[in-house]
């Protein structure tokens, strides 16, 4: 498609699930990014096994360890990153890891899971996008098309319909306190974020990716969002709506 292409790309929680499902996809475009950093908590550990084997077969994937509830590896990270593109900017930031801590009620919820819950569902993409942010700018830059597109610059915060405030009478088929509320301000960090940084050349998008069987999306749930047709992250036709996300 020309230069409709995404030639860096990072994205979080990339050892399982979505963000694995989405690291094989940008594998597999006839065009693939020519730098994709995956991060996880644990790159070397047993749950990062299928990224490492990913790694030894396609040279443009790289494993950054990080972990968005740590400052301190964000930091690192994008030292890491800076090196590897040498001058050039970041096309697109995919904030995907999350926590579902439990399916607490309101009369059950605590105060250290609501803690936790925020801390990695809301701050880590927050400081994620910060520290990211002179990279994304500078591929916007740098970039020769025009308007928001993921290809120029963009953040993608992957969020959920149980997030959404004005759904929740639909979708409260289980309470799920801290994911529910650390979701809907997740959506109004990028509401923010959108408004913020479009100055700059910057697409910031939320989404609903629809139910995916993964450890986190459960066996069950499919049926209550009525998507029978989709059962695990290799079916889900990412790179569409990754290609298609328009602010």
């Given amino acids: 498609h020309g230069e409709n292409q995404i030639r860096w790309v990072l994205l979080t929680g990339s050892n399982r699930g979505i963000g694995l499902g989405l690291v094989k996809q940008l594998l597999r475009t006839p065009r693939p990014p020519a730098w994709i950093f995956a991060t996880c908590r644990d790159p070397a550990g047993p749950r990062a096994q299928e990224l490492r084997d990913l790694a030894s077969k396609h040279t443009n994937l790289v494993l950054v360890e990080l972990d968005v509830a740590d400052p301190s590896t964000i930091t690192k990270a994008v030292k890491i990153v800076e090196e590897k593109l040498n001058g ?4 697109l930031l995919i904030n ?22 925020y801390k990695t569902n809301v701050v880590g993409p927050l400081l994620m996008a910060q520290a ?22 963009a ?16 979708c409260f088929f289980k309470p799920v306190i801290s994911y529910r509320c650390s979701k ?6 990028t509401r923010c974020q959108a408004l913020t940084y479009r100055e700059a050349g910057i697409l910031c998008v939320a989404l609903h990716p629809g139910w995916v069987k993964t450890d986190m999306g459960g066996q ?5 969002f009525g998507e029978t047709g989709w059962s695990s992250p290799e079916e889900k036709d990412f790179g569409c709506w990754l290609m298609r996300s328009s602010p």
Wanted: aromatic content about 2%; proline content about 3%; charged content about 25%.
């Fill in 132 to 153: 990211f942010l002179p990279l994304l700018k500078k591929a916007a830059q740098e970039s020769t098309e025009k308007g928001l597109s993921c290809s120029r610059a």
């Fill in 220 to 224: 069950e749930q499919k049926h209550r």
């Fill in 96 to 117: 995907n890891a999350g926590i579902y801590n439990s399916e607490a009620s309101l009369e059950r919820v605590d105060a250290e899971e609501m803690i936790k819950t």
């Fill in 155 to 170: 953040i993608i915060n992957i969020s959920t319909m149980l997030g959404s405030i004005e759904k929740t009478p639909q």
């Fill in 88 to 91: 050039t900017g970041l096309n």
């Fill in 184 to 189: 809907a301000a997740l959506n109004m960090l």
